[in-house]
């Protein structure tokens, strides 16, 4: 048994690396709740985490609800168009203030006692204030509590709700290039969440889906039938899951970026590939219309076939945002053993509505709860947490591509830790940060 | 809408119904060839995900042609889509049956439907409902109806769902 210390889980006894049998972590990560409590507050509460796109509250007074580890939260553009994360709880006593989605309003108004507060967070109305005498709360006191650090990138809107602690654009790091990426194979430089979002649930934790993206592995066993479907469909599938033969092991793929983000970089081996554009969702004549607008925009025909044949990021930024083909998606814990992925398609701006409603169509085939390939990957993420239960061998070992890993320059010129398609540098990548921040280092 | 009914208008009400109850329990038997041969092949398939939402702009969980069914069929029809195996055992009722003749010959349909899903993993079992309702259009073909359209509306389809693994 584990021995806790100062009532901590020991993260150093879960996550364990050593020359004798590798890199392991234990079961017991994904279903204790002091872990998962663990990791609210040291993750999820005092770390960056992702919270929406710029795109999803465009105009004043716009705002979706979300929630930031456990804590129901308004991500919403005020009244003065600054972009805040406020807590989704009256301050008197404590009832959630908004209760649609989605919408566009100045004011949140708590229907227990009639409370009002603005969209910029301050207490507008406090009904018949006469009654608290002597002890009537200052100007500001009773404000709706605010995350204190907001951090855009390319339209991406991060929150911490800690005041102080690691900068955004250093907790962010190389992730930024590959987001930077994603946008910059739109004609206008920009990505559009606006066309709704899919929501799956699955019960599981939330860990297991953070560990999937970047795992090419399971794709040939739990995707076999959405990659038949895809291969015998060429309007759907073109260059997306043909065979790409020997060249997975010849080119280099699984990076670790460092601070948990990590990539699944096929760029060489799309561009190896002779033709991928499965990042625009674009055939046929579409393809020329995203390579001219690009082409156009950078001033040469070369540099946009480079950029569009090596296709879009496929990448896990720690802890929760994952951005693959033509999806941006996020991870919520709910619970310990309950978990939902949303899904929002990415249009790109200055494309055509056929490119855009292309790409929507590829998206949905593709993932949603009726997609051809979410479904089955969150059977399996059951099926791992069904397995837990079993402590005989606690111990997943995660050695794939250990021995032949080095430091390689990416599509960026940057070292990164590398292996193998098939290696798992990229889940050690995501544990080792995991452990550096829940053993408060 | 209030109108009375006539000896005509009886024997397609029990047509209609007797093509909706049969579909539902092809649906429930994942009898996935002969569900597929109700279908024309003007055939939209269309699983919004928000209500009132424009398949062309904004995301759904199902939109499918013709040859989109059929290869969502195809996967479905596999050992190998996990998320449905084993299948899982699907009971659903069908009712509140509207049906409203077209000037073509066709009809359009609206019913509502009450699904149980259970399934069986290894060490777990789970049961679940689903619910919502359907718009149907039919039309004859020779002598039988076929679906030219079908649009489904789960009640939770824009909150967050499982694995939709069986036929709505």
Known sequence: MLTPTHGYTQYDELIQEDPEFGFRINHHLYKDEEVFQEEMDRIFYKGWVYIGHETEIPNPNDFVARVMGQRPVILCRGEDNEIRVLENKCRHRGNTVCQEQRGNSKFFRCAYHGWIYSNTGGLAEMTHPSAYGERLPAEGELDLLEAPRIGVHRGFIFASLAAEGQPFEEYLGRAADYIDRYCDLAPDGEIDLSAGRHGVSYEGNWKMQMENLTDAYHAEFTHATALAAFAANSSAGKGKFSDRGDLEDEISTMRDLGGGHVVLDGFELNRAQGENLQFTGSTGTLTEEIVGKIAEREGSREKAVWLTHGGGSHITVFPNLMILWDAVRTIQPVSLHKTVIYYHPAQLKGASQEINTARIMAHQAGFGPAGFLAPDDMEMFERTQAGTISDTDPWVYLNRGLSTQRLEKDDFGVEAITSQYLGETTQRGVWRHYKKIMSGE | ?168
């Open chain 2, 1 to 168: 809408m209030n109108k009375v009914a006539t000896a005509e208008s009886m024997d397609l009400r029990s047509e209609i119904e007797n093509f909706l109850y049969r579909e539902a329990r092809l649906m429930d038997q994942h009898k996935f060839e002969e569900w597929e041969a109700l279908w024309s092949d003007r055939a939209v398939y269309w699983v919004p995900c928000a209500h009132d939402s424009d398949p062309m702009t904004e995301v759904s969980l199902i939109y499918a042609n013709r040859a989109g069914i059929s290869l969502r069929l195809g996967r479905m029809k596999s050992k190998a889509m996990y998320a449905q195996d084993p299948r899982s055992i699907c009971s659903r009722v069908v009712g509140n049956i509207e049906i409203y003749p077209r000037d073509d010959g066709g009809v359009d349909t609206y019913s509502t439907f009450n699904i149980t899903e259970f399934k069986r993993r290894a060490n777990i079992t789970r049961q679940l409902t689903w619910s919502g309702h359907s718009e149907h259009q039919l039309s004859r073909h020779g002598d039988e109806w076929l679906m030219d359209y079908k649009k489904v509306t789960l009640i939770n389809s824009d909150g967050e769902i499982p694995a939709l693994g069986f036929l709505v």
